[in-house]
């Protein structure tokens, strides 16, 4: 069993049902995302879209004792209180004797897939402003990543200088934007270059697609073994795309982050991209480094992973880059290490030096944080 510090750099809140609609006027209630009772469960809805049900939030550890039991579809009164209440939250971390956690959302993050850019813009605000306030109540273990709407780029900025002066250390952006926002875009300077300045780490975290991306969540029914395989692709894609348009090189103290979407991939991507920068002829137009460094030294120096249980992954370290790995519990979700996780990490960090331990389950978010 893992006995040392602990922050997780991958935990998750689960909204509020009120979150939305008491922040608008009654006569807006039904444009608001607000759930509803269905005979299968209670859902988060939206213009039509049943956007997520309440099992995510409702049995954490349960996969530990039957998996044949975890569901994802559930009802609300079922959540864990630690989802919603800061005071329970912080009695759960203690539980693990968990210095800080770093929260991320649970519900919003459905709207990046079917929200006009302008709409997606108009929610995000309410939810950063909850999320601020969730927080506050204990600001040196609670902390958090808002939301941008990264289609907008100069609306992104501001919401993201807004956010830092409410406290939050971190912003997530689109995982995968649709073709016509693709990360390589010179429009987007202006947002690496506020994060830079800002010292707000930005986030691709697990199922932030945009529509048209390909991938974006519309039905449970999409949820194949195969797709839950390769969740991977679209981060390695926006990825490729930052390095290979020279955002690392122009903005050198940006720092991009893969969220809940494990590590033991990054080994081979990094092989590929210096691979395809050093080894195949280039297109026209193709950006070209000014400094002497290759696709994978950015990566090193610019991008971290937030993992949950990737015992490859671990043995793969030293490829990785060992600075770059950042541990998170995901709790209160169905796949979270909760409330198991030094039992866990004791078993995949057991070939690791303490001096990695430390730095990869604590030192490495405390750094990227400024905690």
């Known amino acids: 069993m893992y006995t040392g510090k602990l922050i997780s750099s991958d935990d998750h809140i689960f909204e509020p049902r009120d979150l939305w609609t008491s922040r608008a006027p009654r006569a807006q209630w039904a444009d ?22 309440f099992g995510p939030g409702t049995q ?19 959540l864990l209180p630690g ?60 902390r958090g990543i808002c939301l941008l709407n990264s289609d907008d780029v100069p609306s992104a900025v501001k919401e993201m200088e807004r956010c830092k002066k409410l406290g939050h250390v971190g912003a997530l952006i689109a995982t995968w934007p649709d073709d016509a926002h693709r990360f390589f875009r010179p429009e987007y300077d202006a947002l690496w270059g506020a994060a830079q300045d800002l010292q707000m780490p930005l986030h691709m975290h697990l199922g932030g697609n945009r529509p048209g991306a390909g991938n974006e969540l519309q039905t449970l029914k999409i949820l194949t073994p195969a797709f839950r395989t390769n969740f991977d692709y679209w981060v390695r894609m926006s990825l490729a795309d930052m390095t290979y348009a ?35 002829s280039p297109n026209k137009g193709d950006y070209r480094f000014n400094e002497k460094m290759l696709p994978s030294d950015y990566f090193h120096r610019n991008c971290f992973a937030s993992f949950q249980q990737d015992a490859i992954g671990i043995r793969l370290r030293d490829l990785i880059g060992v600075q770059c790995l950042l541990w998170g ?13 030094r039992q866990i990490l004791g078993e995949i960090l057991a070939g690791c030096t303490d001096e990695e331990k430390h730095a990869i389950v604590y030192g490495n978010a405390k750094r990227i944080y400024g905690l």
């Not at 569901?71 to 609300?76: A, F, H, N, Q, T």
């Not at 982050?257 to 991507?269: L, R």
């Open 83 to 142: 989802g919603y209440d800061p005071q329970q939250r912080i009695k759960d971390m203690e539980i693990e004797q968990m210095e800080a956690g770093i929260m991320y959302t649970t519900v919003a993050i459905a709207l990046y897939h079917f929200a006009s850019s302008d709409e997606l813009t108009a929610l995000l605000r309410p939810y950063n402003d909850w999320l601020a306030d969730f927080c506050a109540v204990s600001p040196k273990k609670l």
């Open 60 to 78: 954490p550890g349960r996969r530990f004792e039957n998996r044949d039991h975890v569901k994802l579809v559930d009802r609300e009164e079922r």
């Open 246 to 280: 020279g955002v690392f090189e122009r903005f050198p103290k940006l720092m991009v982050g893969s969220v809940e979407q494990e590590m033991a991939w990054i080994p081979h991507f990094l092989e590929r991209m210096d691979f395809a920068y050093t080894q195949r």
């Open 32 to 53: 608001m995302p607000h759930v509803v009772q269905e005979p299968d469960g209670d859902w988060w809805v939206w213009k039509g879209h049943k956007m997520l049900s």
């Open 329 to 341: 519990s995901d709790y209160p979700h169905i796949e979270s290490t909760f409330p198991r996780s």
